[in-house]
């Protein structure tokens, strides 16, 4: 099953709307700005998030122009908070391919950030909705404030599994919740089903960035060089899993590697193969099937649909994704 063309379905005709207004917001003349956005158009993924602004207004009632509007507006933000990390984390590739950064350097990548951002509050104001835009607005502030948490807990420093979750929910958890939330306020839904769709985004979201963390430890295919994590000193939950499972000689030593400045790839595959053995991984894998399964809970009082389902197999393709 192709589970991305299944999760579409419902929408299809909404999506297609969505594609073509995404690239007319994003128009420029700019010779440079224009090789910038050509360039991200080709690099983008798979619009997880725009498919759930979708199929949120739609299992609340019916897509509306204001639906579309926010999509394109939350996926150029997105597409921001992309860049502007990158630049951050000194990444040189982003899912498979170089980063902006790295094919346009440090100034061209925060300036083309900066004007996806305006671009993005832009087009939410086009919905005239405050409920929206409030939550657009806030979620800028959000996600950089989760920048901050991480930055302050990066090097030198062990977190536990608690702040590992405040980090993930303000840098990557939000971004899915505005999306589901805003889904719901562009058809008028009613508070309680704003708040179950807010919560599975919410859920979903979790479930996202531990499976990312986890392709840290295995897998190359999503762009970024296993261990990457590692070598910029962010601790993910397999690692953390570990340590607090750890004898305190093995804590010893293994905190004394995660504090190094920098580490050489005897060492990243010493942290990785601890992980491991550890039962690290199979940790980050139950407390995906949790939240996963709170996230379906969001949505089980729903009626059986074809929307509904789409949700079902959204959660799926989270847990189970290999890129």
């Known amino acids: 099953m192709n589970f991305i063309e299944e999760i579409k379905k419902p929408i ?21 700005l224009k090789k910038v ?5 080709q690099t983008r993924g798979k619009q997880m998030r725009p498919i759930l602004v979708m199929l949120s207004a739609q299992i609340s009632g019916s897509i509306k122009q204001e639906t579309i509007y926010s999509a394109v507006s939350l996926e150029i933000l997105h597409a921001a908070s992309l860049i502007h990390d990158d630049v951050l984390d000194e990444s040189m590739e982003r899912r498979g391919k170089q980063s902006i950064n790295a094919a346009f350097q440090n100034k061209v ?15 939410v104001a086009h919905t005239q909705n405050i409920q929206i ?7 800028g502030a959000m996600l950089a404030e989760g920048e901050f948490l991480e930055l302050a807990n990066a090097k030198h420093v062990y977190i536990d599994e608690k702040t590992y979750f405040e980090i993930i929910k303000d840098k990557t958890a939000i971004l899915f919740s505005s999306c589901s939330q805003i889904g719901a306020l562009s058809v ?15 859920y979903i979201g979790n479930c996202f960035q531990i499976r990312d963390d986890i392709f840290d430890y295995f897998s190359a295919e999503i762009g970024k060089p296993t261990g990457s994590d590692l070598r910029e000193g962010k601790l993910t939950l397999p690692l953390i899993f570990a340590i607090d ?58 009626p059986a649909s074809a929307t509904k389902n789409a949700l079902v197999y959204y959660a799926d393709y989270v847990v189970n994704r290999v890129s």
């Open 12 to 32: 299809a005709n909404a999506f297609s709307e969505f594609e073509e207004q995404f690239l007319m917001a994003l128009h420029t003349e700019n010779p440079l």
């Open 37 to 41: 956005t050509d360039f991200v158009v």
């Open 109 to 123: 990548a925060i300036l083309a950030g900066d004007f996806y951002l305006s671009k993005s509050l832009q087009k």
């Open 133 to 139: 835009i409030e939550v657009v607005s806030q979620l």
């Open 188 to 202: 008028g839904a009613s508070p309680e089903v704003v708040e179950k769709l807010r919560l599975f985004g919410e």
């Open 245 to 302: 499972n750890a004898t305190e000689e093995e804590k010893k030593q293994v905190l004394r590697l995660v504090e190094k400045t920098s580490l050489e790839e005897e060492e990243i595959s010493f942290l990785q193969e601890f992980a491991i053995n550890k039962g690290g991984i199979e940790y980050a894998e139950t407390k995906m099937a949790y939240y996963k399964n709170l996230a379906l809970d969001q949505i089980a009082s729903f």
